[in-house]
């Protein structure tokens, strides 16, 4: 059970979009649509911002969106602002009961 | 409003045993798994396994297994994360999370995502 692949780091000007991926396998985000995202501001717990692959827990702003395609999933933060500054971290249903987070990948608001 | 704490930081010897806390509220706690996540210092989440306070089934992670043990006590509506013998590769964050369930009439599902979190407890083990 090997954790997802997430780019190190990611950096967009404000107002910008980016998009960061996690890579899996065809036994965890290739066959199953539970796909959760987490951001974690530095010094906090995490918190959700995707669940299923694409849908947004209420209160959740609608700048952050996830799509799956294969063994990839995908967030967007679309009109990022400094507020967005954070590590995200995907993670995956794998199976029999387990899950499995990604590397992590911290943003920054240039 | 849903709350998990979990009790405060702690600094341990190698080879001492240890048990931390993450007390539930607002919900029904022994209808929701409990999840524990690793976060060693500046690395990234690892999931550790669940337990479900109802019955306390679990399912751990197999790089877990067997170097901890989870536990629940319905009575204080509490979830435990346990050590024998603590080494200092246990230095961590270690966080515990509700997994997210689903309500439908006549039936329901346990989702698998986090939607409620503790905030962390540090344990520094050091000689």
């Known amino acids: 059970q090997s954790a997802l692949t997430q780019p190190a780091s990611v950096s967009g000007s404000p107002g910008q979009s980016i998009t960061i991926s996690c890579t899996g396998t065809?036994?965890?985000?290739?066959?199953?649509?539970?796909v959760s995202w987490y951001q974690q501001p530095s010094g906090k717990a995490p918190k959700v911002l995707i669940y299923?692959?694409?849908k947004r827990p209420s209160g959740v702003s609608d700048r952050f969106s996830g799509s799956r395609s294969g063994n990839t999933a995908s967030l967007t933060i679309s009109g990022l602002q400094a507020e967005d500054e954070a590590h995200y971290y995907c993670?995956?249903?794998?199976?029999?009961?387990?899950?499995?987070f990604g590397t992590g990948t911290t943003v920054t608001v240039l | 409003e849903v709350q998990l704490v979990q009790s405060g930081a702690e600094v341990k010897k190698p080879g001492e045993s240890l048990k931390i806390s993450c007390k539930g509220s607002?919900?029904?706690?022994?209808?929701?798994?409990i999840g524990w996540v690793r976060q060693m210092p500046g690395k990234g989440l690892e999931w550790m396994g669940f337990?479900?306070?109802?019955?306390?089934?679990?399912s751990y992670s197999p790089s877990f297994q067997g170097q901890v043990t989870f536990s629940a006590d319905k009575s204080t509506n509490t979830a435990f994360l346990q050590w024998n013998s603590l080494t200092a590769s246990d230095t961590a964050m270690y966080y515990c999370?509700?997994?997210?369930?689903?309500?439908?009439?006549?039936?329901?599902?346990?989702?698998?995502?986090?939607?409620?979190w503790g905030q962390g407890t540090l344990v520094t083990v050091s000689s």
């Open positions: 607002g919900y029904s706690f022994t209808n929701y798994w």
């Open positions: 993670c995956s249903y794998a199976g029999s009961n387990t899950l499995v």
């Open positions: 299923e692959g694409s």
């Open positions: 337990i479900f306070p109802g019955d306390s089934d679990t």
């Open positions: 065809s036994n965890d985000v290739g066959r199953y649509k539970y």
């Open positions: 999370a509700r997994r997210s369930h689903s309500f439908y009439p006549g039936y329901s599902r346990e989702e698998n995502h986090f939607d409620f």
